[in-house]
Structures are given as C-alpha cells and as structure tokens.
C-alpha cells in the first residue's frame, strides 16, 4: 500500500514540475540579450577583420581559456602538477617495477581481453581528435588528455599493471612525457617574446595575435591553409601530452600492489619480525 | 522522399520504440529481481536492446531523413560506430561484473540448474578439465 503512496507522491512531482516549468517557460528560458562582456567574447573568437582583438579560433571556451586570459590558465595548469608532483613525491623511493615471476595468468578473463584490446586504440583515437581539434570544436588539451588517460586505466584493470610497466609505461618514461608537455607550454607562452627579441620588435608572454602595442608580432592563424589559431593548437597539444601523462602516473601509483610498495628497511623489518 | 526513406524512417522509429519499451522493462527488472545474477541480466537488456537497437534505429532515421542533407551520413556512421562500440563493450563488462563475483562466492547462484563454471573450478587436474573439453569460462 506504502508503495502505491510513493510512486503517486513521485508522479505528481513531476507533473508539477513540468507543469510550473510549462507556465514560466518565458521566464526560465536564457534571455536572449547578451551582456556587453559576452557580446564581446562571442564577436571576437574568430574575426579577422579587427587583428587586434581576435583569438582567430571559432571555439569561444578555448579562445577564452588559452588567449584572452591564458595566465590563469597557465597557473591552473600550475596548480594541477603541482598536486600530480605531491603525488609523485609520496610515492618517492617505491619501486614501480614488475616482479621477476607472475603466478598464473594476470587480468581477466580471455573474452574481457579480447574487447579491452580494441577499446582502447577508439579511447586514444577520440581523445586525439577531441584535443588537436580542440580550436574548432568543443574540447581542448586537458579533456582530450583526461579521456586518453582512461586507456591506461581500463589496461591496468584488465591485464594487470605489470603488463604496462614492461611495456614502458612506467614512471620514468611518462615523467619524461609530462616534462616535454610542460615544456612546450612554457615555449608556446614565450614564443612571441622570443620571436620579437629576435626580430626586435616588442612582443607579450602569451600573446596570440598581434595587439596594438605589438603589432608587428603574431603567430601564424592559419598553417597550409588549415586553421591552428596561433598559439591555441600547440597549448592544446602540450596540454594533451602533459595531461594524459600526469594522470597515467597518478593511476599507476594508486594501483601499485601493496606488497611491491615496501622499501627495502620494511621488507628488512617485516623480515626480522618473522624470525 | 522516396518511398525507401519513409520505409527507412519507419523501421527505425519502431527500433526506437522497441528500444523504449526495453529500457522499461528493464528498470523494471532491475527494481524487482530478487539477487546480483538476475538484476545484472535486466541491466544487459537495457544495453543491448534499450541502447544498441535504438540506436541502429536512429541510424536508419538519419539515413532516410533528406532534410539534413549530406549530414546524415556523417549522423548514421556515428550512429553505427557507437552502436558496434556499446555492442561489443557492454557484454564484455556485464561479463567481467558476472565472473569476478562467481569467483568471489559472495552471491548465492539461485535459482540454479546447473552451474558449469562451479564444477570447472572444483576439478583440480588439468586432465580432467581437458576431459570436459574446456567449456567453462576458465581463462587459458
């Protein structure tokens, strides 16, 4: 009987919901007046009728992100290894190495292998195309490296982390991948300045497209012809790599096995506690 | 619009229909089967037929739909490629979910008639096991 209370308590609910939602819908609808910032924003992504002022990227989220307040988002970036290098901190003297002999067969079973073969090569095609598209289309460096960072995950899952570490995805070679990433960031915000110190004209740090105290500096909006707004396509690059790294680290250290996790004084201790 | 886009457009609409009434019966299901194995049958309905055969469905309504133009093409191959993904992922996962707590033992197998990956895994020889012809889910 209860039963019968709750699902009609629910379905009037919704029915009020949607009938309130149905009556206010002029008011609950986004006004179709824009604010001034906005407007500002929505005009200048991609217009390459004023120089001075565009991102010459039609993905207003990026534009915004990478060009029009490309510090923040440089300390964002910031923020964001300097947790991945507490983690690795923690983590510091633990031997991320595969045991010389595996008992049986690691992972599971043959059918879940079979599939997590192929899923994985979609996962880092998508988050490829969700990254160096990323001035185009919705997406950029860090989601497409956060979606390319699942394909580490689901092989730990499946075949087991060593199968990754003799393989080479270990945390040496993904330290070194992160580095490049950062690396070519820190290049791409410099790349005008640099441009201009060898030129001799004045230039920002981070510029993208020339601005009125700088107008003899830009980075190229369009490469053969295919648009790579400036600076955006290689901030997204270096993002994805550096990203995707970070995270892959970051799941390797959380799915280490205890036992390989001691140092060599625990092994020594746990050891002499036996004897 | 030819006669083959309303036939396309029919067809799909009544695979998303179908799809609807899965997606149903499966929350259904879920709601009210008694343990894990049932509950994880219910939710395989809803991969298979409440997402895959609607979207084989949306597919064929992008492809008889002319009104998008040549974008339908591009809707339908996206539509397919995600239906092949959920098709080949889904089991898999409702699979490892199903292994992984057999193995466990925390949920009885009720109701049972047989249980073949039970007997697999109390026979110790690797004989024995050739015997029976490796038909278990036993990984090799």
Known sequence: ?275 | MTLLDIVLIVIGEIMIGIGALADLIAAIGINRFPNFYLRLHAATIGTIWGAFLPLIGAAFVAAGCECLGEYRWFMAGGALITAFIILILGPAGSHALARGTHRSGIVPVEPKVVDHLEEDESMPTSQEKQEIGEEGGESQ
Not at chain 1, 103 to 123: M, N
Not at chain 1, 244 to 257: Q, S
């Open chain 1, 1 to 275: 009987m209860k039963h019968w209370i709750g699902i009609c308590v629910l379905i009037l609910t919704i029915l009020a919901i949607s009938f309130v939602v149905a009556a206010n819908i002029n008011v609950l609808l986004p006004s179709t007046n824009v604010r001034t910032l906005a407007e500002i924003y929505l005009k200048y992504t991609y217009y390459p009728w004023d120089k001075y002022f565009t991102a010459m990227s039609p993905e207003a989220c990026t534009s915004i992100v990478w060009d029009f307040r490309g510090l923040d988002t440089v300390f964002e970036t910031m923020v964001f290894y300097l947790a991945i290098i507490g983690a690795i901190a923690l983590a510091r003297g633990v031997p991320l190495k595969p045991p010389k002999e595996i008992k049986g067969e690691p992972g599971l079973s043959l059918i879940v292998k079979t599939v997590t073969k192929i899923a994985p090569v979609l996962i880092i095609a998508v988050a490829g195309s969700i990254a160096l598209h990323g001035h185009l289309t919705p997406g950029g460096g860090f989601q497409g490296g956060a979606t390319a960072a699942v394909a580490p995950v689901l092989i730990l899952v499946v075949f087991s982390q060593f199968y990754l570490l003799k393989r080479g995805v270990n945390k040496n070679s993904m330290l070194l991948l992160r580095s490049i990433g950062l690396t070519g960031i820190g290049i791409t915000a410099f790349a005008a300045v640099l441009i201009g110190l060898a030129t001799g004209h004045y230039a920002f740090v981070l510029q993208n497209q020339p601005k009125p105290l700088a107008p003899n500096i830009s980075l190229p909006a369009f490469v053969g012809g295919q648009l790579i707004s400036g600076s955006l396509w290689f901030f997204n690059f270096f993002e994805f790599l550096a990203v995707a790294a970070g995270f892959t680290i970051v799941f390797l250290l959380i799915t280490l096995p205890e036992k390989l996790a001691e140092t060599k004084e625990e092994k020594r201790a746990a050891e002499g506690g036996e004897k």
